[in-house]
């Protein structure tokens, strides 16, 4: 039927009939299939209609297996994105909200801690600095001498400083005769009675010792009372006055360590040890005249000089002998200081000891006490810091720390690398106490300069 209209079409429009056949099959063919190529090869028996399969070639007919699965997945991509766009940021907001808050509360934490020392704290320490810039004369000698001669007549026999005990009037009746005497004057002694007063009412420190006494008044209805009257020990004393001395950080601290080391008051140090030589003096007379040697003579050399032969001042000789007098005066003197370093050491448990009544005198400042427990979640926890936690962190700092050990009580610790008998030397202890994690009397923003 098709070959009889393309006869009839070729005749009117005078076209071949073979290609206006080709035309009308494929209009014909492409109502009822996708495309002419598929009803030709679908109208073939011979040739069946191919199965489905993705074409390996691209847009530019290379090959792009691996452009158009990156292209799909980053279309997975974006559809899973859109898709939970909305979870994801309100995910993020509420971490975000619950980070704030846990680092708000935090500080919120520490900042009350902070308040809660400052408030069990007797003295302020704006009335420290008004001590011990209205006080007259306490300088570091005079701080010194009080030291050492409160150590020589309450602790007699050698005694331990932290263990000689003496009430708070025993001590005012020995320092009164000293300031008068140097002509010092303690500006805001109250403020020191305060301290004492605040120790007595909290009456936990474990060196305290009471003692009952029997004490007489005057009133009729009461002839006895009985007074319970506490004692500190010396070291706690003199670490109270302190905050009245007119002296450098580091001799405060150099002072109460020859107090907590119980260094006798005959001690030598290492430059009393070691007496300096006596140097050669040029002789006085310059010339001795001689035609022939005569022998040796003390400081001079003979030989031919302005004078003629003789005996002349042996300038060079004498300036030899001299510097070699000085090196072995020298070497003696390293010797004896490197000795003296190595006997001037404090326990750990001496150390523990100052800072702890340093907490206990108001003379740390209350940020410097407060440490983390650890717990940091959902809250971080603070608690106030011991004297053993000031030492362990000043160690970490100083890399001071030795291989880990497990005490009686079964807890891990560690152990100083350079002092394994847990001894510190007077210069590990400027540094402790002056340091960051202490800051004693608040002024270890001055440490760069040489405290």
């Known amino acids: 039927m098709l070959l009889q209209i393309s006869r009839r079409s070729a005749a009117i429009s005078k076209r071949h009939p073979v290609s ?9 063919s492409t109502k009822n299939a996708g495309s002419f190529e598929e009803a030709i090869v679908g109208s073939n028996p011979m040739f069946p209609r191919p199965a489905a399969r993705p074409n390996p070639e691209g847009p ?8 158009s699965s990156k292209e799909g997945s980053a279309t997975d991509d974006e559809h899973w994105l859109s898709r939970h766009a909305s979870k994801i940021g309100w995910t993020a907001l509420f971490v975000t909200t ?4 846990s680092y708000y509360k935090s500080y919120r934490a520490k900042v009350d801690m902070e308040d809660q020392l400052i408030s069990e704290q007797s003295v302020e320490p704006n009335e420290i600095n008004e001590v011990r810039y209205d006080s007259i004369g306490m300088d570091n000698e005079v701080f010194a ?11 007699s026999g050698g005694l331990d400083p932290t263990t000689c005990l003496l009430t708070y009037g025993e001590f005012l009746s020995f320092l009164k005769p000293i300031l008068k005497e140097k002509n010092v004057h303690i500006h805001g002694g109250h403020v020191l009675d305060r301290v004492i007063d605040s120790l007595l009412a909290q009456n936990v420190h474990r060196h305290y010792q009471k003692s009952t006494l029997e004490v007489e008044v005057e009133h009729a209805d009461t002839p006895e009372v009985t007074a319970v009257v506490a004692e500190f020990p010396l070291l706690l004393l003199l670490t109270l006055i302190s905050m009245a001395a007119q002296n450098t950080a580091s001799q405060r601290v150099d002072t109460l360590f020859d107090v907590a080391t119980a260094s006798p008051s005959d001690k030598r140090s290492a430059t009393q040890c070691v007496d300096p030589p006596e140097y050669a ?3 006085k007379t310059p010339y001795i005249a001689a035609e022939t040697f005569r022998g040796r003579k003390e400081g001079y050399v003979f030989k ?24 072995e005066y020298e070497n003696r003197l390293a010797q004896a200081v490197a000795q003296e370093n190595a006997d001037d050491q404090m326990s750990e448990d001496s150390a523990e000891r100052l800072l702890e009544y340093l907490q206990q005198t108001c003379q740390i400042p209350p940020e410097k006490q407060i440490v983390t427990t650890g717990v940091k979640y959902p809250v971080e926890v603070f608690r106030k810091k011991l004297p053993a936690d000031m030492i362990r962190s000043w160690k970490r700092e100083s890399k001071l720390q030795g291989p880990t050990r497990v005490d009686s009580g079964g807890n891990r610790g560690e152990g100083p690398k350079e002092a394994p008998s847990s001894m510190l030397t007077r210069a590990q ?15 270890c923003w001055r440490r760069r300069g040489g405290l």
């Not at 206006?20 to 014909?28: M, Y």
């Not at 619950?98 to 808050?101: A, L």
């Not at 202890?429 to 002024?443: H, N, T």
């Open 20 to 28: 206006i056949f080709i035309e009308n099959l494929r209009v014909f």
């Open 145 to 155: 001498y009080i030291a050492q001669e409160a150590y020589n007549r309450f602790c």
């Open 304 to 327: 031919l000089g302005d004078y003629g032969m003789g005996y002349y001042i042996d300038h060079y000789g004498i300036q030899l002998h001299n510097e070699r007098l000085k090196r």
């Open 281 to 283: 003096q040029p002789p």
């Open 98 to 101: 619950g980070m704030i808050t």
């Open 60 to 67: 530019g007919g290379h090959d792009n297996k691996s452009g």
């Open 429 to 443: 202890v400027r540094e402790l106490v002056l340091g960051v994690d202490v800051c004693a009397w608040g002024e």
